[in-house]
């Protein structure tokens, strides 16, 4: 299977054909940080030509002015979604979930499979594409369970599920606890190839932990999760994807000592990439004195030390993307004392902008750095990053980097509302998406002007 | 003060005037007639999601002491069994107009969760392993009146987990001495190889113990474990005092919450003293 149809949906509306007029196009990858027209005809770049210089678009076609202002980027990929079908619709689906993220600017995002029924079978992937490709609104990617069931025991028919498209294995939401059954799945692996992306938690010591182990959680009077959870799982699981030759994701890296464990083993050359979560960047435990219940997640949030050293690691590349994680949960189920709640918080409407303000508006991380790491996650899954070139498909998101917002005040396309940085004031804002050669979403203050 | 959620919220003026409320309602409940009719009409209803007798007996004493008419509704053997959501209990329960509510529940924050769904005082009687505001004053309430005042004394909380220090060495500096249940209920998994190992090490005793000293203990007691027998019984704690100190406490915290705070017209029967209550950080570590 060809890697563009590892992905499904976003093929709903007609080829996008649109001027970009003067927009300042900042693409990393391909080494362009200046003000340029770019104009897209039949869904793809057709030239990037000096600000002014384009021709005027035909007939009908549509004109946007950047005024040199608005930035153009390539569009962000999520290797870490959670689109809740099937089984969950009432949380989300995957036409809540992929507008969600096309009003984020990304162009593609990666399922995972702790559905219900579990994504183990290559029959229910079959048909998962199936409904991607006519629901998606923009393209998905599909990670099939590691073990059956995700019960950790029996691994699912992984040459099968690479067959029918599945970009590579996961148990999320719970660790392959076993060590001996992680290593038959690296060593399948030289079978099927596909990432192994591990979720790291040891349960015996995250127990019935409901945030981070620390002087907050003892205040609270909540069960804390130490950070050795994650990190001793981490280290462990670098060590067997090194003994094996064996290629591995760390997923949501929560802590210091689990990036020191990555570093250390990509030192050692073993296979080894790793992403973060904009709300481990950004909050620490901190944010969970006033007990809401969208500060809940797991790995949970963690001190300002491990907040650092993130931010570090994933500047440095040791963390080579940025993931959400996006969860969603219901109103009613997040709507109760915080031990009951479900862990996760939404993030795909509010990830560029909020690591933009957090992290970039301080001089933390350079913009086009934070690009490169919004963007990084295809590659890891063997999927060409999205890319301003031309004769490459439009994948591209236009921003306005001085506009302000306040999260979530005109509601969420998601169908859930459980997100960290609800009310919070943000810079940055999504104007346009492009995805798969689509115009995927449009903000609701960029009125269309056909030219 | 709308609600009592947190002793944080409350200031040294607020503890104050509380305690002094509760030595006024200690002559009543010496009375042969122990009622007054402070909230007479009023309602308080007692929701309770865990099993704890003593804290519920103790408030709806204290609620009858004052007239009031009290409801108790337990969790187990009601809705909540049939899957009903803590908040649609609030709301259900809301609809026969409680004055005020006294919540026990196991999960930290409920209170103020609850709080933010109806109109009626909520009195936080312990949520999880956050907070329980009237035992807190009911104990300086206590210690008050044992010792005078409480400025300036070394108060030793003895129990596994408490991580200040992890022997008792130097518990003879003390002046009070507050042992604490091993409370399994919270525990998920035991934290020490075996009681005998633990009443070894942490037991308060007659050797490690002066007679001089107050202990203190919120109940019930596991004799022979935390406390030998012979310490309950001496005349060193204050056990039984605490007990007594419930209620009077609780009375005075309902008075305040309902009769006090609420009557806009009527003054109010102390020379009240500091009314505002300043809202120490959330969260603050105590």
Known sequence: MSAENLLCGGLQGPPAEILLRDVHVLDPRAGIDRRLDVSVRGGRVAELSEPGAAAAPEEGHETIEGDGRLRLMPAFFDPHVHLRTPGQEHKEDLGSGTRAAAAGGYCGVIAMPNTDPVLDSAPLLRSLRDAAAREARIPVGFLAAVTRGLGGEQLTEMAELRQEGALGFSDDGEPVESAGVLRKALQYQRLCGGVLALHEEDRSLSRNGVMHEGAISAALGLDGIPTVAESTMVARDAELAGYEGARVHFQHLSCAASAEAVAAAKTRGWRASAEVTPHHLLLTDEAVRGMNTSMKMHPPLTSDDDRTALIRALREGTIDCVATDHAPHAREEKEVPFEQAPMGTTGLETAFAALYSGLVLPGELELAVLVERMTAGAALFGLPPAQIAAGRPAEMVLVDLEEQWTAGEHGWHSRSENCCFSGRRLQGRVQLTLAAGRLVHRDRALAPAAA | ?286
């Open chain 2, 1 to 286: 003060m709308n609600h009592l959620l947190s002793i944080e919220e409350l200031d040294r003026a607020g503890i104050e005037r509380i305690i002094a409320q509760a030595q006024r309602f200690t002559e009543v409940s010496e009375r042969e007639i122990k009622k007054v009719p402070a909230l007479r009409g009023r309602m308080v209803l007692n929701l309770f999601y865990e099993a704890s007798t003593r804290t519920r007996s103790s408030f709806e004493l204290a609620a009858k002491r004052l007239s009031a008419d009290v409801v108790n509704f337990a969790a187990s053997g009601s809705s909540v069994e049939k899957g009903e959501s803590l908040k649609d209990t609030v709301l259900t329960l809301s609809a026969h107009k409680p004055d005020a509510i006294v919540l026990r529940t196991p999960w930290a924050g409920a209170s103020e969760l609850v709080s933010k769904w109806c109109s009626a005082a909520i009195v936080n009687a312990g949520d999880g392993k956050h907070e329980h505001p009237t035992q807190a004053l009911l104990d300086v309430y206590t210690l008050q009146r044992r010792l005078g005042s409480i400025d300036g004394s070394s108060i030793w909380i003895v129990e596994l987990g408490c991580e200040v220090r992890y022997e008792l060495g130097e518990l003879h500096t003390a002046d009070v001495v507050y042992a604490l249940r091993m409370q399994n209920e919270r525990m998920h998994d035991t934290w020490v190889p075996s009681l005998r190992e633990y009443a070894a090490w942490y037991q308060l005793n007659g050797r490690r113990l002066t007679p001089s000293q107050v202990l203190m203990h919120p109940g019930p007691v596991n004799r022979g474990v935390e406390l030998s027998g012979e310490i309950v019984d001496s005349p060193q704690a204050v056990i039984t005092a605490q007990v007594e100190a419930g209620v009077v406490v609780r009375m005075a915290v309902l008075y305040e919450l309902l009769a006090a705070a609420r009557s806009a017209t009527a003054p109010p029967p102390e020379p009240a003293g500091e009314r505002g209550r300043e809202r120490v950080g959330e969260g603050q570590l105590a």
